[in-house]
């Protein structure tokens, strides 16, 4: 996940972003890669100290169903949306899975 949101570059091997090779490219080059075509929802419900007790617990019930509509809205217009979950429920929802075990493909239900 790393590697493809630009966070770290690979030490060997290529990776193009929309025809872009990436792997090349400085800090600064990254930055804008990932200011412009890269987004990141974490999965940390760290506490936010601007709202409520009470709304720090309805954000993440927020998220579940009103995030998950908006990707299939975005897979629907041909958008690439990566989703990493641990949830078997929540994978299930999307268009393809690809699971990945010890950095290897174990599945891919395209194939």
Same mark, same amino acid.
């Given at each position: $996940?790393? *590697?493809?949101?630009? %966070? @770290?570059?690979?030490? =060997?091997?290529?990776? /193009?972003? /929309? ?14 890669? &990932?200011?412009? &075509? ?8 760290? *506490?936010?100290?601007?709202? =409520?007790?009470? +709304?720090?617990?309805? $954000?993440?019930? *927020?998220?579940?169903? @009103?995030?998950?509509? *908006?990707?299939?809205?975005?897979? +629907?217009?041909?958008? =690439? ?5 641990? @949830?078997?429920?929540?994978?299930? /929802?999307?268009?393809?899975?690809? +699971?990945?075990?010890?950095? %290897?493909? =174990? ?5």
């Amino acid at each position: $996940m790393n *590697l493809i949101g630009c %966070l @770290d570059t690979a030490t =060997t091997g290529s990776y /193009r972003l /929309r025809k872009q090779e990436v792997s090349g490219l400085n800090r600064e080059q990254l930055a804008e890669i &990932r200011n412009r &075509r890269v987004g990141f929802i974490f999965q940390s419900f760290n *506490l936010l100290p601007q709202i =409520t007790a009470y +709304e720090n617990v309805e $954000m993440p019930l *927020l998220f579940g169903g @009103d995030i998950m509509n *908006l990707f299939h809205e975005l897979w +629907e217009h041909g958008h =690439t949306v990566l989703v990493i979950t641990h @949830d078997p429920a929540l994978a299930h /929802r999307a268009p393809r899975r690809v +699971e990945i075990r010890d950095g %290897l493909i =174990t599945y891919d239900s395209r194939q």
